[in-house]
């Protein structure tokens, strides 16, 4: 909920492995974001555990989402006025899960191509009908 500038909104990005995984953590508090049993975001000192580490996922949108290597189906998201939405509560459609990736003041990306996992949207299946299904 800090302005752009303010040292609260300064956040450190660590990979966790290889690939899409990865920690967040508050660079003037040091504390990392995870995500409880009951989809809360909270932070941690120790980020080593599984609910503190999240999967980037580049969506058709290009679009960013964070979805906790814990708690599958369960995205980092926030309301319009800041405030976190619990994970559980959270689908990958939504827009408040959607992020945009921003690179400090004067820095360029050079790599023409990035590694990410892209997934597409399941189909409700509720929605569709077959010719032998009832009215």
């Not at 999240?54 to 926030?78: D, P, S």
Request: hydrophobic content about 25%; proline content about 3%; aromatic content about 10%.
């Amino acid at each position: 909920m800090a302005e752009d500038g303010d040292a609260h909104a300064k956040l450190i990005v660590e990979t966790d492995t290889f690939g899409s995984r990865v920690r967040i953590k508050g660079a003037e508090t040091g504390f990392y974001i995870c995500m409880n049993k009951k989809g809360k975001l909270i932070g941690k000192s120790n980020g080593k555990g599984k609910d503190c580490v999240f999967t980037e996922i580049v969506l058709e949108n290009n679009y960013t989402a964070l979805q906790n290597a814990k708690y599958e189906g369960w995205y980092m998201a926030f309301t319009r006025k800041g405030r976190p939405r619990k994970g559980s509560k959270t689908r990958q459609h939504q827009r408040e899960v959607h992020f945009m990736k921003r690179l400090p003041k004067g820095h360029q990306t050079t790599e023409a191509h990035r590694r990410f996992e892209f997934l597409n949207y399941p189909f409700n299946r509720r929605s569709k009908r077959t010719r032998n299904s009832p009215k």
